[in-house]
């Protein structure tokens, strides 16, 4: 099982840079639209992308055995209580059973001093290629129809501020 997980997460931080990819490599473009995301949340309800539209949106990719994602979660948790008009969502891919991967992310959110509200977790195992994801935390900001504002890959205090100006700008 843990060599599935370190393949998964191989591949993650791995993926091809897509076409459509950012200036830093990661992630679809600015202004293109963003794949398709499905998944089912911590309370098993089914959860899209594609039919969440009207509000802007931060979406966070992390793996539980991640560092930068276990130290990131805390933060994200603090700009979901400040931007109450965006909604944040943390996804979680792995390749485990869905029974064995809620109880895994559920442990893993427990186990933080805070996280954010809505955590999905997919089984999708070419999130990471069509997200271009290049690195673990990622997370893009978009906006009311699900289009691309804003890509960053990793965790450091400059993606942080970079995250928290980025909000502030689009919801003024």
Not at 19 to 47: C, F, M, N
Not at 96 to 103: D, F
Not at 147 to 166: E, H, Q, T
Request: charged residues 30%; neutral net charge.
């Amino acid at each position: 099982m843990l060599l599935k997980n370190f393949i998964l997460l191989v591949l993650l931080l791995t993926a091809s840079f897509a076409v459509h990819a950012s200036p830093d490599g990661s992630g679809p473009e600015i202004g293109q639209p963003a794949p398709k995301l499905y998944g089912r949340t911590l309370d098993d309800d089914l959860y899209s992308l594609q039919k969440d539209t009207g509000q802007k949106k931060v979406i966070n990719f992390f793996w539980v055995e991640c560092h930068p994602c276990r130290d990131e979660m805390p933060e994200l948790a603090k700009l979901e209580k400040e931007y109450t008009n965006v909604k944040f969502i943390s996804v979680h891919t792995s390749l485990k059973k869905k029974a064995e991967e809620i109880e895994s992310v559920t442990k893993f959110i427990k186990s933080l001093k805070d996280a954010p509200s809505n955590i999905v977790v997919t089984k999708d195992k070419d999130l990471g290629e069509e997200f271009n994801i290049i690195g673990l935390p990622h997370t893009m900001i978009l906006d009311e129809n699900n289009f691309v504002l804003m890509n960053i890959s990793g965790y450091d205090k400059k993606n942080m501020k970079r995250l928290a100006d980025a909000l502030q700008k689009i919801t003024k």
